[in-house]
């Protein structure tokens, strides 16, 4: 009892040491900056975003949707965000201690429980705090559309204990997951029970209650406050005590493989190496490619090397894989149906939800960037290797186009909805995986010897260019969904709304046409504008030596 009490003190003194040198080996104008950048950056797509909330106020039948729906659809979420969290618990979730820690002071004499304690605390605090700052700006923006609305500051209150609560039930879910030791199938029965709920609940036509109906109805205490909502809070904070009660009991060998993997991730994100990202999360989430395909590629369809490899690649994909994407597409629509009803931004996140989405589905063209040393030695011109990989891609995303229109219909159900649901679904989904192919190309090596060009560049302008190239392929991806807003346009101001939104479908596969163009021509391109700058001027003290 002694030694492990001077473990815990020696353990303390330790942490208190590590967070005193961090803070004086910390450049503080260089922190000072990130603070002024992240505040400007924030602020101003707040104000903007706010801005383009500038609709019609909701009507009274409007409010009386609002109402009586959003216990309901928030409460969908608040179950998604439950599943993922069962499954990172299952997983190995969702602490990430530093390797050191893992194998020196967890493998000490000391209680697990007073080691994991802490950095659980901090996951708790982190991810409330950053749903709180989600859920404070949307119900703030929500605020804006409201008739007689009560001041702003009310919606953002209750919105963020709303998205703070969130948060919450992610860390919780997966610690008690991990805690309590649950294999992953019944992490799964457990989780997909919860979702069946509160999605019957959501769609059906019933009176019962869903699990986390409590979500979004405290997102509505601007207009009415249950008891039974605070009943609900009392109880997720029992959960949440004893959910950190059970740290002690997490896996050494799950904390060391996820320490690791974190560590890479954490420098991926650095780099901005989406590519990276993403397969780190895979080895996180032990997603493995199938054994067995799904169907057996038929002969005809192998014909062509190039098609046949990314059409064996999609069969082969995990179920987890296909779920995630279908919820991807389910997003997607969801929120291009919000954005017709009135909610303009709600259109970056259709067009995210897409880019997400199109970066599963270009996993074949993705897989030939990532092994440049076999595509060189080829035989066949880079640029068009690459664009026949987006053929399987661009086909394969298509084949959540009926599932779309059907969940369109359902959410606005007339006549016309499947009709535009067509319409605007397809360039959607290419726009989707033109974003994610321009994301992959980015990544193919420079064959002219172009890695360090900018390495002269004055620091501001190399970042700019850094932030520009991380922003155009999702920015893709949220253009090819802007004519769902010209549709909205026409249907308020009773034009042709049908001509309108054929102009923005047709100015969207124009862009679509470059986006392929600019994959096939990509390296003639850098070349081109290489050719263009001056020679570098040749020093005298080598001239001298040719002399």
Not at 134 to 163: C, E, K, M, T, W
Not at 347 to 376: H, K, N, Y
Not at 496 to 510: E, K, M, P, S, W
């Amino acid at each position: 009892m002694i030694s492990e009490t001077i473990g815990i003190d020696a353990l303390r003194a330790m942490r208190s040491d590590r967070r005193k040198h961090r803070f004086e080996d910390m450049d503080w104008f260089e922190a000072l900056y990130r603070v002024y950048l992240a505040a400007f950056l924030g602020g101003g797509a707040i104000f903007f975003l706010s801005g383009l909330v500038g609709d019609a106020a909701f009507t009274g039948a409007d409010m009386v949707n609002i109402h009586t729906h959003t216990p309901h659809a928030l409460g969908l979420v608040a179950s998604l965000v439950v599943f993922i969290g069962l499954r990172s618990g299952a997983n190995g979730g969702p602490l990430a201690v530093e390797d050191a820690e893992v194998r020196h002071v967890l493998m000490a004499p000391v209680s697990h429980a007073q080691v994991l304690r802490h950095p659980a605390i901090q996951r708790l605090r982190t991810f409330a705090f950053a749903g709180a700052i989600a859920g404070g700006i949307a119900n703030q923006l929500l605020g804006r559309r409201v008739p007689d609305a009560p001041a702003l500051g009310l919606f953002a209150s209750y919105g963020a204990i709303a998205g703070a609560l969130l948060g919450v039930l992610f860390v919780i879910s997966a610690l008690l997951a991990h805690g309590l030791g649950l294999a992953r199938w019944m992490t799964t029965a457990i989780a997909t029970l919860l979702v069946g709920w509160q999605v019957a609940v959501t769609f059906g036509d019933t009176n019962i209650a869903g699990p986390f109906d409590i979500v979004g109805s405290l997102s509505l205490g601007w207009s009415r406050v249950n008891i039974i909502d605070f009943v609900g809070v009392l109880i997720v904070i029992a959960i949440t005590i004893l959910s950190i009660t059970l740290v002690g009991r997490f896996s050494l060998e799950a904390l060391s493989r996820r320490s690791a993997l974190v560590s890479q991730l954490k420098f991926a994100v650095t780099l901005q190496d989406v590519r990276t990202v993403v397969l780190l999360r895979r080895q996180l989430s032990q997603e493995h490619m199938r054994v067995k395909p799904w169907i057996k590629v038929p002969r005809l369809l192998r014909r062509d090397v190039v098609v046949g490899r990314g059409i064996r690649s999609m069969m082969h994909f995990p179920l987890r894989r296909v779920i995630r994407m279908k919820l991807l597409n389910i997003t997607a629509v969801a929120a291009l149906v919000i954005a017709w009803r009135g909610t303009t931004p709600v259109v970056i996140v259709a067009g995210l939800a897409l880019f997400v989405l199109g970066l599963d589905v270009v996993e074949p063209l993705s897989q030939e960037v990532d092994q440049p040393d076999r595509t060189d030695s080829l035989p066949v011109e880079r640029g068009y290797l690459m664009t026949k990989h987006l053929i399987v891609p661009a086909l394969t995303s298509l084949v959540f186009l009926p599932a779309g229109v059907l969940i369109a219909f359902v959410l606005e159900p007339q006549a016309s909805t499947i009709g535009y649901a067509f319409l605007l679904g397809i360039p959607a989904l290419l726009g989707g995986v033109a974003g994610a192919a321009i994301n992959s190309v980015q990544g193919a090596p420079d064959p002219l010897g172009g890695a360090n060009a900018g390495l002269a560049l004055p620091p501001e302008v190399s970042g700019m260019g850094t932030v520009l190239r991380s922003a155009w392929p999702p920015a893709v991806s949220v253009v090819a969904c802007l004519p769902v807003l010209a549709l909205r346009h026409g249907v308020e101001n009773q034009t042709d709304a049908l001509g309108n939104t054929l102009r923005a479908v047709g100015g969207v596969v124009i862009m679509l046409v470059l986006v392929a163009g600019w994959v096939r021509q990509r390296d003639a391109i850098k070349e081109y504008f290489r050719s263009l700058k001056p020679p570098a001027p040749s020093s005298p003290s080598s001239s001298t030596e040719s002399n």
